[in-house]
């Protein structure tokens, strides 16, 4: 199973505040079925100012963890972005897709 929605990555949002919790949720996730997590931190202008280099390298670094644990799921980057006057519905597109990051 996939889980598509989580705030795992430790300390980038209001989500996990540790590596300690990231481990916890992701073996509670384990435990029921789940072997591949979404990380889907905030990223909100001026509260989460989460970026592409900053979310790969949270999910690279939990993934590296969760394998020293022993723990097998697999974490994939991902983002909660609210919405903002400056996403054009061609950005949308294109973020959604993949092909862009934006900087606001």
Known sequence: MIDLHAHILPGLDDGSG???????????????GIHTIVATPHV??????????????????????????????????????????KITELNLYLLLCGFVWPKF
């Open 44 to 85: 909100l202008q001026g509260v989460f100012d989460n970026d592409r280099n900053e979310i790969l390298a949270a999910v690279a670094a939990l993934n590296q963890t969760l394998q020293e644990h022993n723990i097998a799921v697999n974490i994939l980057p991902g983002a909660e972005y609210c919405m903002h006057h």
């Open 18 to 32: 540790d590596f300690t919790e990231s481990l916890a949720m992701a073996a509670v996730g384990l435990k029921d």
